[in-house]
């Protein structure tokens, strides 16, 4: 059945590449590293599946031909390429200065709900360019026009969706094992500003991407 679907070849090789862009550390690592550092593992999950979700639009916009619609007008990519640059500089600044739904503050004891997490991690993902033009210039690759595409885009989302999932949650918990090593970080301020300073270098990165 698997045969009929991909060529196992193929389909090890989109594999090595999944992994290893999920492995990687990017903005939507770094809030579910933090989320699970200052909220638990359970609001983390939540913004794990925010992420998961970013990915499978991404990819589904991706296989649509829209993005390959953005790629080709470089106006329309520009526009796409700031929006994300601006979004991430101002997460940036908001957890910098703790303010609004940023903060990673525990006001009397309240923590934020599962949906704000979710949304956030959500548009954090759908504001990176750089998985749009990694599905649109990877898909066509190992999509064989002559088979049917459908069963060929559910393994290949598929498989990002379980390895950011995977990875994704796996920094959470990492990073929620290690809190009582960095308690003394978050009780003077100083995770949340080197959080926010991570966030504002990830926007000067994407500024000057090509």
Request: charged share 10%; no cysteine.
């Amino acid at each position: 059945m698997f045969k009929s679907v991909m060529d196992l070849a193929s389909y090890l090789i989109y594999l090595s590449i999944s992994i290893f862009a999920s492995a990687s550390i990017g903005p939507s690592v770094v809030l579910a590293a933090t989320n699970g550092m200052h909220f638990g593992r359970r609001k983390a999950l939540l913004g794990v599946l925010g992420h998961v979700s970013a990915i499978f639009i991404l990819a589904l916009v991706s296989a649509s031909g829209v993005g390959a619609l953005i790629l080709a007008s470089e106006n329309l990519f520009l526009l796409v390429k700031y929006l994300g640059v601006v979004y991430l500089a101002y997460i940036g600044w908001a957890i910098w200065k703790s303010k609004g739904s940023w903060s990673f503050t525990v006001k009397d004891g309240k923590l934020p709900s599962g949906f704000s997490l979710y949304r956030k991690s959500l548009l954090l993902g759908l504001s990176n360019p750089k998985a749009l033009v990694f599905f649109t210039s990877l898909f066509p690759q190992f999509l064989n026009p002559e088979a049917p595409l459908a069963p060929q885009f559910l393994m290949l989302a598929s498989t990002s969706l379980v390895n950011a999932f995977a990875f994704t949650f796996g920094y959470a918990l990492l990073a929620h094992h290690l809190k009582n090593r960095a308690l003394p970080l978050i009780n003077n301020g100083w995770l949340g500003k080197i959080t926010g300073a991570i966030f504002v270098s990830f926007a000067g990165v994407l500024a000057v991407a090509r």
